[in-house]
C-alpha cells in the first residue's frame, strides 16, 4: 500500500477530534440532537483549520443509521460509502476549477432527484469565493429555496470576495487559528501514533511554525520525520530541516542592531546563509521575536500571548527591558516592508543586508521612528564616554583649561558672562530637568554660550546636530524653556537656539557648567587682582 501523508491519515472522522473549534462542534451537534439542520452553512476560515474535515463529518452525521451524540457512527453503510467516496449523496466540488454558470446549472438540476438512500444529499463546495459572478447568481435560487433532503456548505478562505446575497442566505461559522497548545499537543499524539521519538522544544517550534494551522503543522512535522527517519526529533534537527534560526541568533543580532554595528549584523547574516537557512524564514522569524519582545516591553501581563518556553521568556523579558517600544516599532515596520519585498525579488541577500544597515544607521531616515532611534543612540554615546568627553565640543578647550588650573591660574577672560547667564549655566541640569522626552535628550547634548559683544544678557543654546532641527524651527520650545527659567529663577533672558553649523560667522563664548561652579563663589585672578564674582 503507497504510503498517506499524516495529514490525510490523521484527518478527523468524529466531532471528538476535531481540535481548536470547539464554539462550532458545539453548535453544530446540537442542531443535530434538535434535528434542527439549517439547508445552507458557509464555513470561513484560514486555510488548514478544519473547514472541510467538520463539513465532511456533518456529511456523514446528517445521513448516519445511528449517530452517536451528533456525531456519525463511522460504521453503518452509509457512513462507510461516504467515507470510501462512493455515494451519491455527498458531492464535492471544487470552486476553484469548477467556477463558472454550467457548472452551477448542473447543480440545479441534480437537485431536483431525491436521495438515492439517507435523508440528505449535501454538497459541499470548497474555495467558494472563486466562483463567476454569474455563477453566483445563478446558485442564488437554489440556495435560498431549495429542496428539503438538500444541504448546502460553503468553504472558503476569503469571505469578503462572496456576495452579501449569498452571505445573506447561509449559516455562518468563523474557524479560528487554532492555538499553540492545542497544535503541539495533537502533533505529540501523532508522534506516539507513529512511534516516533521527539524533543518537546522541536514539537512546539513546529506548532508555532504552522501558523495556526493544523494541517501546515502536521506536513512540517511529517517533512521532519522523513528527513530524519528512524531518528529522534531534536529541536536543531528540525532548524536544520525548516531552514530556521535558534533564538539566541535573533538576540544576538538585535544586540549589534541597538549598537550600530553594522559589520557584526551582516556577519550574523552571512552566518545564517552559509549554515543554509532561508532568509524570507529568516526575517518572519525575526519579526516574531520582536513582537514578542514589544508585547513583554508594552504589557506587564503578555505571557498568555507570547508562545515560548518559560526558559525564552525570561531571557526575552530580559532582553525587552534594553530596548524602548517606540525602537521595536521602527524595527517591526523596516522587516515587515523587507518581507513584503522579497517574496517578488531574487535579490533577497541584498535587500536583507540593505534593511540591516537602515536599521543600525538610523539617520539614514527621516520619520519620528527614526529620529528617536537616533536620540536613544546618543543617549547611548552620552552614557558611555567619559566625563570630559560628556563636554560639549565648544567648551572642550575650555574645559582642559581649568583642569590645569590647579596649578597656573587660569587668565582671566576678556569679557565674562552677565551674572544671570553664569546663575543659569551652574543650574543648568535641574532646570532642563523639568523638560522630558527628546527635548530633555537634545539640551542635555547642548552647549550654552553668550555674545561677549553685547550686554544685553542673550542665553544662546547651541545643538551640535540636526537631531534637534525640529526644537529650532518651533519657538514653541523656546517658550516652555523660558518659562521653566523664569519659574524657577526668576530671570528672563533672551533665549535663542542655534544649530552649531549655523554659527562659523559669529564668535561666542562658552558659558559651560564647569566654568560656572568654577567661577561661582570663588576667587579667580584678573589683571586688577582677585575678584569675587557672583
Not at 517600544?325 to 536583507?352: A, C, D, F, H, N
Not at 533672551?494 to 570663588?522: D, G, Y
Amino acid at each position: 500500500m503507497s504510503y498517506i501523508a499524516l495529514y490525510r491519515k490523521f484527518r478527523p472522522d468524529r466531532f471528538e477530534d476535531v481540535k481548536g473549534q470547539d464554539h462550532i462542534v458545539t453548535t453544530l451537534t446540537n442542531q443535530l440532537k434538535a434535528d434542527r439542520i439549517g439547508h445552507a452553512y458557509l464555513f470561513c476560515g484560514t486555510r488548514g483549520t478544519g473547514k472541510t474535515s467538520v463539513a465532511k463529518i456533518f456529511a456523514r452525521a446528517v445521513n448516519c443509521e445511528s449517530p452517536r451524540d451528533g456525531s456519525p457512527c463511522n460504521q453503518c453503510r452509509t457512513c462507510r460509502e461516504i467515507l470510501s467516496g462512493a455515494s451519491l449523496n455527498v458531492i464535492e466540488i471544487d470552486a476553484a476549477s469548477n467556477n463558472g454558470v454550467d457548472n452551477i446549472r448542473e447543480i440545479r438540476e441534480e437537485v431536483a432527484y431525491r436521495p438515492t438512500q439517507g435523508r440528505y444529499k449535501v454538497y459541499i463546495i470548497d474555495e467558494v469565493h472563486m466562483l463567476s459572478t454569474g455563477a453566483f447568481n445563478a446558485l442564488l435560487k437554489t440556495l435560498e429555496e431549495p429542496p428539503e433532503y438538500v444541504i448546502f456548505i460553503l468553504a472558503t478562505t476569503e469571505a469578503h470576495k462572496i456576495p452579501v446575497t449569498i452571505l445573506s442566505r447561509c449559516q455562518r461559522y468563523d474557524f479560528r487559528r487554532i492555538p499553540v497548545d492545542t497544535i503541539a499537543a495533537r502533533l505529540q499524539h501523532l508522534l506516539e501514533e507513529e512511534g516516533v521519538r521527539a524533543e518537546e522544544k522541536a514539537v512546539r517550534y513546529i506548532a508555532r511554525a504552522g501558523d495556526g494551522s493544523m494541517r501546515d503543522a502536521v506536513s512540517l512535522l511529517d517533512q521532519c520525520i522523513a528527513f530524519y527517519l528512524g531518528e529522534t526529533l531534536t529541536y536543531d534537527k528540525v532548524l536544520d530541516v525548516l531552514g530556521a534560526a535558534d533564538i539566541s541568533v535573533y538576540s544576538r543580532l538585535l544586540r549589534c542592531i541597538l549598537s550600530g554595528n553594522v559589520s557584526g549584523s551582516i556577519s550574523i547574516l552571512e552566518e545564517m546563509i552559509i549554515g543554509g537557512r532561508e532568509l524570507g524564514q529568516f526575517v518572519s522569524d525575526f519579526i516574531w521575536y520582536l513582537r514578542s519582545l514589544l508585547l513583554l516591553a508594552s504589557s506587564d501581563d503578555a505571557g498568555d500571548v507570547i508562545d515560548l518556553s518559560s526558559e525564552n521568556r525570561r531571557l526575552l523579558e530580559e532582553e525587552s527591558r534594553s530596548v524602548s517600544p517606540e525602537t521595536l516599532m521602527r524595527y517591526i515596520r523596516v522587516l515587515s516592508e523587507l518581507s513584503g519585498q522579497m517574496r517578488l525579488s531574487s535579490q533577497k541577500r541584498v535587500l536583507t543586508e540593505v534593511a540591516l544597515i537602515k536599521l543600525c544607521r538610523p539617520s539614514m531616515e527621516t520619520d519620528l521612528g527614526s529620529v528617536l532611534d537616533r536620540i536613544r543612540l546618543l543617549e547611548k554615546r552620552m552614557d558611555e564616554a567619559p566625563p570630559a568627553a560628556a563636554v560639549p565640543s565648544s567648551g572642550t578647550r575650555r574645559a582642559e583649561e581649568l583642569s590645569e588650573a590647579k596649578e597656573e591660574p587660569p587668565a582671566a577672560p576678556k569679557r565674562p558672562a552677565p551674572q544671570e547667564l553664569q546663575q543659569i549655566a551652574g543650574d543648568w541640569h535641574r532646570l532642563i530637568g523639568y523638560t522630558t522626552g527628546g527635548f530633555l535628550v537634545v539640551l542635555r547634548n547642548a552647549s550654552i554660550r553668550y555674545d561677549p559683544e553685547s550686554a544685553d544678557g542673550i542665553l544662546y543654546v547651541i545643538f551640535p546636530d540636526l537631531t534637534a532641527e525640529m526644537y529650532v524651527e518651533n519657538p514653541e520650545w523656546k517658550e516652555s524653556l523660558l518659562q521653566i527659567i523664569q519659574r524657577e529663577t526668576g530671570l528672563s533672558p533672551e533665549i535663542r537656539f542655534v544649530l552649531e553649523e549655523n554659527l562659523r560667522e559669529k564668535t561666542l563664548s562658552p558659558v559651560t557648567i564647569e566654568q560656572a561652579f568654577q567661577n561661582i563663589h570663588t576667587e579667580i585672578e584678573t589683571d586688577d587682582g582677585p575678584e569675587e564674582v557672583y
